[in-house]
């Protein structure tokens, strides 16, 4: 790349470039999304601490599945032809700007769905055609500069074009609430299916062990919103009755679950199988928008306990702690399905430990009927991804190894 980023042609990254990792720039793109999870967990959660869990599933689904693709779009495009100069790094600007703008539209739209009449999503939609214009002028410059591809990036181009002019629609048009939600499920599915045909076209030179380290860079970075829902939880107590045993539980109980997480996730195999099988990439590549959103949903649930301790809420401790045990039920299923989609085998072992985990969850809702404190159910709750650890440090790894070994046979 040129050390004074003038204008080069988006011809294509080598998809076995050697060391290849993330660059600067799309570390910073990430810390657009860091607002992004914020805002949406932050709305989620106040509608959940006043009782209104369905206003606040309903919210949060859709603002996670748009920053979550926001987030898709933009970083396999960038995996595939991010030559890092002048016009790729304003491009990414307008595309943070679109994020940004996007998670100021939060709040007006979670409180349309609250109030129930119509629909206030025009600032979320504003973020995204602005993301949506810095797609389509990308993908028209990889047509112009990647023959061998053209077909596909025009394929892209055009169909993002088309939906966009929905956007637009969806922007000026004032809907109620049932028809403002199927016009955005509408095109949310039709945008899904975009890199679907057009990848048929010609696939794009995605890199394989670069495109997996991304995608736990952003599950590392959604799961700050579960260390920020502890330090809500653990503030909550301190306020109320000062640094205690309570405290120290909440933040011990917090800060172990994000860690027990991170290191789950991290036992998936993604970049060695992808490079094998690229065909896979769709599969797994989707079904992380479960996932993040599921970290994410852990955050609000901490954020919950929080009102709940600091007694805001209208809600109580069991319904608090079942907001943090849901999404981290949804976290484990997740990588249940993730791990089997990627290695196309069914290991006995890997679900054993999966409803291991869920009993553990169990016994932490068990607990706070029973009378137990948030800060003891908490401590509860985070055993359960510490079940898959140990399970897979003491005997997973070997299953795991056992089936990289025969992939690779079969290659």
């Given at each position: 790349m040129s050390l004074n980023h003038s204008l080069t042609r988006m011809v294509g990254r080598d998809p076995h470039q050697h060391h290849r990792s993330a660059t600067p720039l799309e570390l910073l793109f990430d810390l657009t999304f860091v607002i992004a999870f914020s805002q949406a967990g932050t709305q989620a959660a106040h509608l959940l601490e006043l009782g209104h869990l369905g206003n606040a599933v309903i919210g949060f689904i859709v603002a996670m599945f748009a920053t979550t693709w926001a987030w898709i779009n933009y970083s396999w495009l960038a995996s595939a032809y991010d030559n890092d100069d002048i016009f790729f790094r304003v491009a990414t600007l307008v595309q943070m700007v679109g994020v940004l703008i996007m998670a100021l539209g939060f709040p007006s739209f979670f409180h349309s769905i609250e109030e129930g009449v119509y629909l206030d999503n025009s600032i979320m939609i504003a973020g995204y055609i602005v993301m949506r214009v810095?797609?389509?002028?990308?993908?028209?410059?990889v047509a112009s500069?990647?023959?061998?591809?053209?077909?596909?990036?025009m394929t892209y181009a055009i169909g993002l074009a088309i939906v966009?002019?929905?956007?637009?629609?969806?922007?000026?048009?004032?809907?109620?609430?049932?028809?403002?939600l199927t016009f955005m499920v509408v095109l949310g599915v039709l945008e899904m299916l975009i890199p679907v045909f057009a990848e048929r076209r010609g696939e794009t030179p995605w890199h394989p062990h670069h495109i997996a380290e991304r995608y736990g860079l952003i599950v590392i970075i959604t799961l700050g919103e579960v260390l920020l829902g502890t330090i809500l939880a653990v503030s909550a107590v301190v306020e109320s009755e000062g640094w205690s045993i309570q405290?120290?539980?909440?933040?011990?109980?917090?800060?172990?679950?994000?860690?027990?997480?991170?290191?789950?996730?991290?036992?998936?195999?993604?970049g060695q199988i992808l490079h094998r099988h690229r065909e896979r990439a769709f599969g797994w590549g989707y079904g992380h928008m479960l996932l993040l959103a599921s970290i994410a949903g852990v955050g609000a649930g901490l954020h919950v306990a929080a009102y709940v301790i600091s007694d805001e809420a209208h809600v109580d401790a069991t319904f608090a702690l079942l907001c943090v045990a849901v999404?981290?039920?949804?976290?484990?299923?997740?990588?249940?399905?993730?791990?089997?989609?990627?290695?196309?085998?069914?290991?006995?072992?890997?679900?054993?430990?999966?409803?291991?985990?869920?009993?553990?969850?169990g016994v932490s809702v068990i607990a706070v009927l029973s009378g137990a404190t948030i800060?003891?159910?908490?401590?509860?709750?985070?055993?359960?991804?510490?079940?898959?650890?140990?399970?897979?440090?003491?005997?997973?790894?070997?299953?795991?190894?056992?089936?990289?070994?025969r992939d690779a046979a079969r290659g």
């Open positions: 810095s797609a389509i002028a990308l993908w028209l410059r500069h990647d023959p061998q591809r053209r077909r596909t990036a966009q002019m929905g956007w637009v629609v969806v922007f000026f048009a004032r809907q109620s609430i049932v028809v403002g405290a120290v539980l909440v933040a011990f109980g917090g800060t172990v679950l994000a860690f027990a997480m991170w290191w789950v996730y991290f036992v998936l195999p993604s999404p981290v039920l949804v976290f484990e299923f997740s990588l249940l399905a993730l791990y089997t989609l990627l290695v196309r085998e069914f290991d006995p072992f890997h679900f054993w430990l999966f409803l291991g985990s869920v009993g553990v969850l800060g003891v159910a908490l401590v509860i709750l985070a055993c359960s991804p510490i079940v898959i650890v140990v399970g897979y440090e003491l005997v997973g790894h070997r299953h795991e190894m056992d089936v990289l070994q």
